[in-house]
């Protein structure tokens, strides 16, 4: 039997709307993933410290703050610098369309917004979860 994919979502910087994160939380346990939450207010430090200690595949984060092209990217760096290049960053959130092609740029490879079916997300997951299947 195959391991359960390791997912943690956070919510870096001082948003403290977590309503969007807590159900994508739910709804991707309720797929049978296996969820870290993080809860709000995290520094992309910890949330980098905790994504490595917890061995997760994916991290999701979530913003609505106006502070994602700061945080998103500074969370990815942080991933690579920790060796950590097999970790999947997607973000979600009230996010600009203008801003998403910046923030794939930087490294997150999927941006959600709010509206986004929770089938969207489950598609990402399962498309690259060969690619962190070790």
Not at 98 to 115: C, H, M, N, R, W
Request: glycine fraction near 10%.
């Amino acid at each position: 039997m195959s391991r359960k994919i390791r997912i943690l979502i956070s919510k870096p910087g001082l948003d403290g709307h977590d309503r969007g994160a807590k159900y994508i939380a739910r709804a991707l346990k309720d797929a049978g993933y296996e969820v870290i939450y993080m809860g709000i207010r995290q520094s992309p430090e910890a949330i980098v410290k905790t994504a490595i200690q917890e061995d997760v595949d994916f991290v999701g984060l979530s913003l609505l703050s106006g502070a994602h092209n700061e945080l998103f990217p500074e969370v990815v760096r942080l991933l690579r610098e920790q060796g950590a290049n097999d970790v999947i960053v997607f973000g979600g959130g009230v996010i600009p369309q203008e801003d998403i092609s910046y923030l794939k740029e930087q490294g997150i490879e999927a941006v959600f917004t709010p509206g986004t079916p929770i089938q969207k997300v489950i598609e990402f997951i399962e498309t690259n979860k060969e690619r962190v299947l070790h």
